[in-house]
């Protein structure tokens, strides 16, 4: 089966980094995306990795690794605004338009 | 570039009616999806329509139905509601919904069964 696994919730103060992982189980991908979910909103994408490497956008960087099967999202210079939840998602070679969630990970910034 | 609108965005029914929902897409994108988000089950993807046609379902009941226009406006329809078809009801576009496509989510419908 396909199934990706992430801590349900991370707790850190403002200013800090925080780094939520993904670790999956899937036979062909075309890449790991990652979206932030405010409560009541929409999924809103944040980046995505096709290759193995680290993609940096802002105060945003993901990461991935096919061959540990392991991913993560990093944020640094934490802000109240980045209290969310945090999905990684894959689309697999065999689907269309299909994206397969991840639980999602709670991020609580506090003062 | 307007992003991907949805309407109605609130919604309340009571069990046995049926709702159907509409999706935009960004222009120019022709892949539609729709997904179901419960805080129990996640997000949970219902299906994918390409140039009017239904490439990809996932593990709903029948109940569930959808269907592309040729400008690739979308609608979903969910008969004979039940209580635990409350949800928020996504649609997400892409060009072309394969490979490296990236998916732009709606701001949701939420369905309230009474």
């Known amino acids: 089966g396909q199934s990706l696994e992430q801590p349900s919730e991370v707790t850190a103060v403002e200013g800090a980094i925080v780094q939520m992982n993904c670790t999956y189980q899937?036979?062909?991908?075309?890449?790991l995306s990652w979206y932030q979910q405010h409560d009541g909103g929409a999924p809103t994408f944040l980046s995505y990795n096709a290759l193995d490497g680290l993609e940096e956008t802002g105060r945003f960087s993901s990461f991935l690794s096919r061959s540990d099967s392991y991913g993560y999202l990093l944020l640094q210079e934490l802000q109240m605004k980045d209290s969310a939840s945090y999905f990684c998602a894959v689309r697999t070679t065999d689907s269309w338009g299909k994206l397969q969630f991840g639980a999602g990970t709670q991020v609580v910034v506090t003062p | 570039k307007a992003g991907v609108t949805q309407t109605p965005r609130y919604l309340i029914k009571t069990r046995g009616q049926q709702v159907t929902l509409s999706c935009s897409p960004i222009s120019g994108h022709r892949s539609v999806s729709w997904y179901q988000q419960t805080p129990g089950q996640g997000l949970q993807f219902l299906f994918e329509y390409f140039s009017e046609t239904q490439r990809n379902k996932g593990n709903f009941p029948g109940r569930f139905s959808g269907r592309q226009f040729s400008n690739s406006r979308s609608e979903m329809n969910v008969s004979t509601l039940e209580l635990g078809d409350s949800a928020l009801y996504l649609c997400a576009s892409s060009l072309t919904g394969v490979g490296t496509d990236t998916q732009y989510f709606g701001p949701g419908t939420r369905l309230t069964v009474l």
């Open positions: 899937t036979s062909g991908f075309y890449g």
